[in-house]
C-alpha cells in the first residue's frame, strides 16, 4: 500500500513538473507569438521519449490509463466543440465567408484524394482510407484557429473576423463528413464497408439523438437556468441532472449502435441549445479544465503513443511524407481561398492569407493521426508525420498575422493628418458639413475666419448631411441607386441649390483663397459617419467640421436638437482619419465679418493634451485675420502650500508620462508665441489655478466677453484642472471644457468650436484595433 502511493506521489509531481515546464516554455515562446499548442507539444513529446520516463511509463496499465482519458477529454472537447458552433450557419452558404470556406475544403478533398495514393502507405492503398485522409487535411480546427487570431490581436479586424467566420463553416462540414464516413466504413476492420444494416441502425439512433438533443434537451436545461438564476450558486442536485442528461445524450448511440464516442459527443453538441447559464457553465469549465490540465497530459500520451525513433528520421521517404502531407493540406486551401477570392473580388494576398489560416490542424486532427496508428490504418510513421504537419500549420501563423499588420499599416494613413503638423505651404484641406440651410450662415463665416492667406488658400469640401428616407430611397431607384446617385428628390434639391447659392454669393463677392467644392453625405444616420470618414480619407482633408446637433432658438437657448445626429458625430469622432471639430453655433452665423475692422473677439483655451495644442494650431490660422482679436488664455497649474491636496497635486504632475507631455505643451505653445503672441497680433494671459473647481468658475467668468472660444475636446494627461468635471457632463462629445462653455445657462452669443486631434492610425500594431485591408 505504502508503494503505491508512493508511485502515485511520484506520477503527480511528474505532472506537476510537465505543467511548469509547458508554461515556462511558452514564456520564452513569447517573444516569437507562438500559441500554448506548440510548448505543450514540445515538452510532451520530448520528455515521454526519454528513456527513463519511458521505461516507468511503458506498463500496459499506464498506457490504458493514459488512452482512457485522454479518450474521456476528447469526448468532453469535442462536446464543446459543437457546442460552440452554431448549426443555423449551414442557412447562410450565400455569404462570402461559406464559399470561402467550402471552396478550401473541396478543393483539399479533391488534391488530397487524388494525390495520397503517391504516399503509398501501408494498409492504406484502398480508395476508402484515401477519401478519410482527404476530410482530415480539408478540415480546420476552428476553436484553435479562434484563440489564436485573438491572442495575436487582429480579432477586431476584417479578415480577422472573415477568417474566424470561415473557419467555423469548415470544420463543421470537416467533421460532420468524417461523421458520416464513420457510418460507411468499418475502422476496426482496415475500412471494409459496413452492411446495410448496421448503418441504417447507426442512422436511426444517431437521428433519435439528435432529436433528443435538438426538442428534449432546451425543456430540460431551461427549468435548470429558471431553478438557479444568475447570481446564485448552481445547486449541486440541478447540476448532476444537467450532466448526467448530457453524459445520456452523447452515450446514447455508442452504447446501442458501436458509434464512436468522439463524433457522438460532436453531433450532440451541435444540436444543443447555446442560450442560458447551463451551457455557458459548461464551456468555461471544460476549456479551463483542458487549459489548466489536460493539455499537456495530452501531449504526454502522444509522446508515449508516437514513439520518435519509429519515425525512421534516417530514411529519405520519411520527411518525404511529411513534407506531402503538409504541401497537400496547404496548397489546396490557398488554392481554394484564391479561386473563391477571385470571385468575391479580394485582394490577392487576402485570399492567400485565409487559405493559410484556414489551413491551421488542432488536438482533434492529432488525435486521428495516432488513432489511425492503433488500429492499423497506417503505419506509426505515417501518423508521426500527420503530427509534424499538424504543428507546422500553426508555426507559421504569426508570421502570416504579421504580414496582415504590416499591409494594414501601409494602407492606413502614416502621415499625420492634424493642423497641428500640417504644412503651411500646402493648401489647408477642410471638410465642411451641414444639416440644411440653417448651417450655411455660419459655414460661411467658419471659411471666412479660417481662410489664412491667400497663397495657398484653403479648399472647402461643403457636404450635405442628408438622412437617407423612405420617400428619398424611392427617388434613387430610377436613378441607378447611391453610387451613381442624382438626388430627384423636390425638397432635397431646392435645399442643395440654396445652399449652393448662398455660398456662390459669398465666393463671388469676396472668397479670394477659398476653394469650395460640393459634396453628399446620402445615407441612414447609422451608416452616415462611415460616407463622411471614406469622404475625408479619400480627399485627404486635415479636419472635419460638423455642426452640433443642437440648434439656436429665438429666445437663443439650444433646442434639444436631432438624438441621430449627436449619435454620427460621436461615431466620426471615435473613426475619423483626420482631426475632428464640432461647431456649436450661438452667433457666429449672424456675425458679420469684416475684413477691415475687428468684428469678433475670439479666445482659445489651452490647458494642455494633444487636442488643445491642435486648437492652438487652428487657432493660428484665425491670428492673421484682420477681423478677428484673438486672445490666448493659458491655465496652469499652481501647487503652493503645505497641504495634503498640494502633495497629491505635485505628485501626480512629476509622472513620467505627465512631464513628457508637459515638454511637448510647453514647445507648441513656445513655438506659437513667437509666431503671434510676441509681435503684438494676439493677446495672451494666464491664470493660475489650484484646482476643477477654480477651472470651472475662471470659465464662468468669461461669459459675455468672447464671441468664438476654441477649445481641444480632451487628449489631457492626468490633469488636475479639469478632473471630475466629466461627472456632470451633459454632452460627452464636447469635452468637460466645451461641455461647460456650450451649456444651456452659459452665454446665448457665444460660439464655441471643439476640437479633436487625429490619432495616428499609422502606428497600429495590431493590439486589438480595428482596421479593414480587405
Known amino acids: 500500500m505504502t508503494y503505491k502511493l508512493a508511485t502515485i506521489a511520484v506520477y503527480m509531481l511528474g505532472f506537476f513538473f510537465i505543467v511548469f515546464l509547458c508554461n515556462f516554455l511558452h514564456i520564452l515562446l513569447r517573444p516569437l507569438s507562438q500559441p500554448r499548442i506548440i510548448s505543450e507539444c514540445i515538452v510532451g513529446l520530448f520528455l515521454s521519449n526519454l528513456p527513463v520516463i519511458r521505461k516507468h511509463t511503458s506498463g500496459e496499465g499506464i498506457q490504458n490509463t493514459l488512452q482512457y482519458i485522454v479518450e474521456v477529454a476528447m469526448v468532453l472537447h469535442m462536446f464543446v466543440v459543437g457546442l460552440e458552433i452554431d448549426p443555423n450557419i449551414f442557412l447562410e452558404i ?19 484524394a487524388l494525390l495520397t495514393p503517391l504516399l503509398n502507405i501501408p494498409n492504406g492503398t484502398n480508395a476508402p482510407f484515401n477519401l478519410c485522409l482527404s476530410i482530415i487535411l480539408s478540415g480546420t480546427a476552428c476553436p484553435l484557429l479562434t484563440r489564436l487570431i485573438t491572442d495575436l490581436k487582429i480579432g477586431k479586424s476584417d479578415i480577422g473576423r472573415f477568417v474566424v467566420s470561415a473557419g467555423v463553416h469548415t470544420d463543421l462540414v470537416s467533421t460532420l463528413l468524417i461523421c458520416v464516413g464513420f457510418i460507411i466504413f468499418d475502422p476496426s476492420s482496415k475500412f471494409n464497408y459496413r452492411s446495410v444494416k448496421a448503418i441504417l441502425t447507426m442512422v436511426s439512433l444517431l437521428v433519435i439523438q439528435t432529436v433528443l438533443a435538438a426538442k428534449l434537451t432546451p425543456v430540460i436545461m431551461n427549468w435548470v437556468n429558471r431553478e438557479n438564476p444568475e447570481g446564485k450558486p448552481m445547486k449541486g442536485s440541478h447540476l448532476i441532472l444537467a450532466v448526467a442528461y448530457v453524459v445520456m445524450v452523447c452515450s446514447f ?23 442560458g447559464r447551463t451551457a455557458k457553465m459548461m464551456i468555461s469549465k471544460v476549456n479551463y479544465f483542458f487549459s489548466a490540465i489536460f493539455y499537456p497530459l495530452y501531449f504526454f500520451w502522444v509522446g508515449t503513443e508516437a514513439q520518435l525513433v519509429l519515425f525512421e528520421a534516417g530514411k529519405l ?71 509534424f504537419a499538424t504543428f507546422l500549420t500553426i508555426i507559421y501563423t504569426p508570421l502570416v498575422v504579421a504580414n496582415i499588420i504590416k499591409r494594414a499599416r501601409k494602407r492606413s494613413p502614416t502621415q499625420r493628418m492634424a493642423l497641428q503638423w500640417h504644412n503651411p505651404s500646402n493648401e489647408l484641406r477642410i471638410l465642411l458639413c451641414l444639416h440644411g440651410p440653417q ?11 479660417s481662410r489664412g492667406p491667400s497663397d495657398p488658400g484653403i479648399l472647402v469640401y461643403l457636404t450635405d448631411m442628408i438622412e437617407l428616407t423612405d420617400r428619398i430611397a424611392a427617388t434613387l431607384a430610377h436613378t441607378g441607386g447611391v453610387d451613381t446617385v442624382t438626388v430627384t428628390d423636390p425638397t432635397v434639391v431646392e435645399m442643395r441649390e440654396q445652399i449652393t447659392n448662398n ?27 462611415q460616407d463622411i470618414c471614406i469622404l475625408a480619407e479619400d480627399l485627404m482633408v486635415s479636419l472635419i467640421v460638423l455642426p452640433f446637433h443642437k440648434q439656436q432658438e429665438a429666445g437663443g437657448r439650444l433646442n434639444m436638437g436631432h438624438s441621430g445626429f449627436r449619435h454620427v458625430n460621436r461615431k466620426v469622432l471615435r473613426h475619423a482619419p483626420c482631426s475632428v471639430g464640432i461647431l456649436v453655433d450661438r452667433g457666429l452665423g449672424t456675425t458679420i465679418i469684416s475684413r477691415s475692422s ?39 497649474l499652481e501647487a503652493t502650500g503645505d497641504s495634503v491636496s498640494s502633495i497629491i497635486t505635485i505628485a501626480k504632475s512629476n509622472t513620467l508620462e505627465h512631464q513628457e507631455e508637459m515638454k511637448v505643451d510647453d514647445e507648441c505653445f513656445a513655438d506659437f508665441y513667437d509666431r503671434h503672441v510676441a ?7 494666464e491664470k493660475y489655478l489650484v484646482n476643477s473647481g477654480q477651472t470651472f468658475s475662471t470659465l464662468r467668468s468669461l461669459e459675455g466677453q468672447y464671441g468664438l472660444f476654441i477649445v481641444g475636446r480632451g487628449g489631457r494627461v492626468n490633469s488636475i484642472l479639469t478632473v471630475g468635471m466629466n461627472d456632470w457632463e451633459e454632452c460627452p ?28 492610425k499609422g502606428e497600429l500594431d495590431g493590439l486589438q484595433d480595428e482596421f479593414s485591408i480587405m
Open 94 to 112: 450565400h455569404l462570402p465567408e461559406a464559399k470561402v470556406a467550402y471552396t478550401g475544403v473541396l478543393t483539399t478533398f479533391v488534391m488530397a
Open 439 to 449: 448651417n450655411v450662415s455660419s459655414a460661411i463665416n467658419f471659411m471666412e475666419i
Open 317 to 387: 521517404g520519411s520527411w518525404a511524407k511529411l513534407f506531402f502531407i503538409f504541401i497537400i493540406a496547404t496548397s489546396g486551401k490557398v488554392l481554394g481561398s484564391w479561386v473563391s477570392g477571385v470571385m468575391l473580388g479580394f485582394h490577392w494576398q487576402d485570399s492567400i492569407a485565409t487559405g493559410l489560416l484556414l489551413n491551421i490542424k488542432g488536438h482533434f486532427h492529432v488525435y486521428l493521426a495516432i488513432m489511425a496508428s492503433k488500429m492499423n490504418l497506417t503505419s506509426i510513421s505515417t501518423s508521426i508525420a500527420m503530427v
Open 503 to 529: 455660398v456662390n454669393s459669398y465666393l463671388n463677392e469676396d472668397g479670394e483663397g477659398i476653394t469650395v467644392r460640393r459634396m453628399l453625405a446620402l445615407s441612414t444616420l447609422n451608416s452616415m459617419h
Open 598 to 636: 475687428i468684428s469678433l473677439h475670439a479666445a482659445v483655451i489651452f490647458i494642455g493634451g494633444k487636442d488643445d495644442r491642435e486648437a492652438l494650431a487652428y487657432a493660428g490660422r484665425l491670428a492673421r485675420h484682420p477681423g478677428v482679436k484673438l486672445t490666448v488664455i493659458r491655465f496652469l
Open 733 to 760: 462629445e464636447l469635452g468637460p471644457i466645451g461641455d461647460i462653455l456650450s451649456a444651456s445657462d452659459f452665454s446665448v452669443t457665444a460660439s464655441v468650436l471643439i476640437i479633436q486631434q487625429h490619432s495616428l
Open 253 to 275: 448511440s455508442p452504447l446501442l449502435a458501436n458509434y464512436d464516442k468522439v463524433l457522438s459527443a460532436f453531433l450532440a453538441g451541435v444540436f444543443m441549445p447555446r442560450e
Open 679 to 685: 509681435g503684438g497680433h494676439v493677446a495672451y494671459m
